[in-house]
């Protein structure tokens, strides 16, 4: 047996554990969300396709910019260039979206959609209690899929990331820091109000049956394809902790817990990924 088949029968057995455990818990039954609260918010199909279309609106005016300004701007060597386009592409096609979600929700609904915690330290413990979960199973599933697409002899795919090649050829403290703070920080906040707090909750307004699966699954697929330019291990990954996620929100009507699994499994991925000099 290889060391990589042995990392591998770790990561299934890891896998094996956390499912057993979430199963002992009832996390995996169709009930599970029954203790939800529900969310008394109009956010419906027409809101979302709104938001997609000012996504859009932003992908396109990005796409101005960088054929105006990108051919002078470096991404790959010049860390502050990978700064400037970072936030310029999280404002113009997640915060104006996250914008009209407030909007929208303005008047009381965001307590109802979860931009205020009902409970925060029961919702900060769950975020917490599920991040280990949510790290073994993505990083888990990650590691099956490379050794899945090896043995059908697909190469590795490069764990690299435009951010981390940045992170780790800055010389500026504060490039670093606004490299670690959007991906840490900024990257979690829009994607949840987004994903899970308009996405899902439009999904919601449409399947009005108990079967809160449907959207969380939905809403996970959704979250994987939004992330471009990835390879299809990377997707598979991002698939399942975008489940975890989705269930969180199902599961305690807050975007709190799902923040806190996210922007520690960006955090944990970053580290990772650092110290090991990708």
């Known amino acids: 047996m290889t060391s990589t088949d042995a990392w591998l029968l770790v990561w299934l057995a890891a896998i094996a554990a956390v499912v057993a455990a979430m199963s002992a818990r009832g996390c995996l039954r169709a009930d599970a969300?029954?203790?939800?609260?529900?969310?008394?918010?109009?956010?419906?199909?027409?809101?979302?396709?709104?938001?997609?279309?000012?996504?859009f609106a932003g992908v396109a005016v990005l796409t101005v910019l960088h054929s105006r300004f990108g051919p002078a701007m470096d991404q790959e060597s010049d860390p502050p260039s990978t700064v400037a386009w970072t936030l310029a592409s999280q404002g113009?096609?997640?915060l104006?979206?996250?914008?009209?979600?407030?909007?929208?929700?303005?008047?009381?609904?965001?307590?109802?959609?979860?931009?205020?915690?009902?409970?925060?330290?029961?919702?900060?413990?769950?975020?917490?209690?599920?991040?280990?979960?949510a790290i073994v199973l993505a990083l888990g599933f990650s590691a099956i899929s490379v050794s899945v697409g090896r043995w059908f002899g697909q190469p590795e795919p490069d764990s690299g990331h435009v951010l981390l090649t940045?992170?780790?050829?800055a010389q500026e403290v504060w490039v670093v820091l606004m490299l670690l703070f959007s991906a840490v920080v900024v990257a979690p906040l829009l994607e949840?109000?987004?994903?899970?707090?308009?996405?899902?909750?439009?999904?919601?307004?449409?399947?009005?049956?108990?079967?809160?699966?449907?959207?969380?699954?939905?809403?996970?697929?959704?979250?994987?394809?939004?992330?471009?330019?990835?390879?299809?291990?990377?997707?598979?990954?991002?698939?399942?902790?975008?489940?975890?996620?989705g269930w969180l929100y199902e599961r305690y009507g807050s975007l709190l817990p799902s923040l806190i699994v996210h922007a520690g499994f960006n955090a944990a991925n970053t580290a990772l990924a650092l110290a090991i000099g990708e």
């Open 33 to 55: 969300f029954d203790p939800a609260p529900p969310r008394r918010v109009d956010l419906t199909l027409l809101d979302l396709l709104i938001g997609a279309l000012i996504m």
């Open 92 to 94: 113009l096609t997640q």
């Open 96 to 133: 104006s979206v996250v914008a009209f979600v407030l909007w929208r929700t303005r008047g009381g609904g965001w307590r109802d959609v979860g931009l205020w915690p009902r409970r925060p330290y029961r919702e900060l413990l769950a975020g917490g209690l599920a991040l280990p979960a």
């Open 166 to 169: 940045a992170m780790l050829s």
């Open 192 to 245: 949840e109000v987004i994903f899970r707090g308009l996405i899902q909750t439009a999904l919601r307004s449409v399947n009005q049956s108990r079967n809160r699966w449907l959207v969380v699954i939905i809403s996970a697929a959704l979250f994987a394809l939004f992330h471009g330019g990835v390879p299809w291990q990377v997707r598979l990954s991002l698939f399942v902790l975008g489940i975890i996620l």
